[in-house]
């Protein structure tokens, strides 16, 4: 379930946002409020191109800091 939700499990009203692709790359809690924030954005403007190439680009250039490991 989705916590708060008044619905039904079985009635799909909402998302989950796992973290440990982000955790293992070493994004902390104070960068959760921005994911959240570029996510919300993409979906309110989910037929915009240009804002999602914008959010994609806020991507990329937060993610720099937090780079993949190498194996």
Not at 7 to 20: A, D, E, K, L, N
Request: net charge negative; aromatic share 8%.
């Amino acid at each position: 379930m989705v916590p708060f939700d008044s619905r039904s499990p079985f009635q799909t009203s909402g998302i989950r946002v796992g973290t440990p692709a982000i955790t293992t790359r070493g994004v902390k809690e104070d960068l959760m409020p921005v994911i959240v924030q570029l996510i919300d954005e993409v979906i309110s403007n989910i037929d915009d191109e240009n804002t999602i190439e914008l959010v994609g680009k806020k991507v990329h250039q937060i993610m720099k800091d937090f780079p993949l490991f190498a194996y």
